[in-house]
């Protein structure tokens, strides 16, 4: 268990995949636009209230940094470029 046991784990999984969805919705959008990596960490940190939380985390994680929002931003961005080269 990575984090723990909880109780409410569909919700906890619903709440996550929606995260992910929204992120992935404004890296597209923001990639259509040709808009650098700092705006689109701005336009994902007004349009999802967890990041507060997330960020304090990373400042208080040792493992983790402060480039670990910029790592999943561009995991986003080569998973979509992965993906149109495949059509």
């Known amino acids: ?10 919700e ?8 992910l969805k929204l992120w992935a919705n404004v890296v597209v959008e923001k990639m ?15 349009s999802d209230s967890a990041i507060c939380k997330l960020n304090d985390y990373i400042k ?5 940094n402060r480039g670990y929002v910029s790592q999943v931003i561009q995991g986003f961005v ?5 993906k149109e080269r495949q059509r």
């Open 60 to 64: 208080t994680n040792l493992i983790m």
């Open 12 to 19: 906890k999984l619903q709440k996550y995949a929606d995260q």
């Open 32 to 46: 259509k636009e040709g808009t650098a990596m700092e705006e689109t960490k701005e336009e994902i940190a007004k």
């Open 1 to 10: 268990m990575h984090f723990g046991q909880v109780t409410n784990v569909l």
């Open 78 to 82: 080569e998973y979509f470029n992965y």
